[in-house]
């Protein structure tokens, strides 16, 4: 039986705790499809968290806010896959800038727009 995919997470705490709330949290023994990331947060943990949802099979799309995916960004450049599919979400204290999000810079290039 197909249960489908899982929404992955990494943002701060407001965003995160919305995601939650909306019904997005799944946790097991092992693992959490979320990380919340704080100011303490190391950047290695950001980016193996990141690591570790995109190989996940169980996870179809990761949200990232968008100030944490700049933080990143070099690791982001280099994941090509399709699924799961990486979005850039805002935050409450960052708004989203579509000049920064690299799924926006790719659709710019196919559709002739530069860059």
Do not use: C, W
């Not at 995916?69 to 805002?90: C, M």
Request: glycine share 8%.
């Amino acid at each position: 039986m197909d249960v489908g995919k899982l929404v992955a997470v990494i943002g701060d705490e407001d965003t995160v705790s919305g995601f939650l709330l909306a019904g997005v949290g799944h946790r097991t023994a092992d693992s959490t499809n979320f990380l919340i990331v704080k100011t303490d947060t190391k950047l290695q943990q950001v980016e193996e968290a990141f690591l570790n949802f995109s190989q996940r099979d169980d996870v179809g799309i990761i949200l990232i806010n968008q100030h944490i995916a700049n933080d990143i960004r070099h690791v982001l450049k280099d994941y090509t896959q399709t699924i799961p599919t990486v979005l850039e979400i805002p935050s409450k204290e960052h708004p989203y800038d579509p000049e920064q999000d690299y799924i926006m810079q790719r659709v710019n290039m196919y559709l002739g727009g530069g860059n």
